[in-house]
């Protein structure tokens, strides 16, 4: 599979892959995370103009899409009940989505980070437990609770190089 960064061109098909997502966490327990309303086309085309929503794709079509924070996330500056592994510089992935056709999504995205950084932190839902295996799967050492914008509590990981 292949990365790359999203064009204006792929904003359908990731609209697309995000909805199939949202029935996906819906039909599997996880209805109010992303409920059918996140996220919402305006901040993917934010994200697709800031150069940060990667999309993967297997044979020229587009199976997976993911955003790359390079900055520090604002709402990972207080973590509750636990701690991370490290203090050092780090990426964040988030709105990590499938077309539910190809395998090993995550993990892909997940690869890709690591080859940018030593520290990788991500965080999900406590409904959200395809995602829970699919994060400690690959490595990432569950860490606290942080609370994303909306004031909902989530469930913090780190993976580190060290």
Known sequence: MIIRIATAADLQRIMEIYGIAQEFMIRSGNPGQWARSYPPRELIGDDIRRGICHVICDNGIIRGVFALLTEPEPTYSRIEGGQWLNDGPYVTIHRVASDGQAHGIFTCAADYCKQISKNVRVDTHEKNLPMQHQIEK????????????????????????Q
Do not use: L, M, Q, S
Not at 138 to 161: L, Q, S
């Open 138 to 161: 690959n490595g990432f050492k569950r860490c606290g609770i942080v609370y994303v914008r909306d004031g909902t509590p989530r469930i913090a990981y780190h993976w580190t190089e």
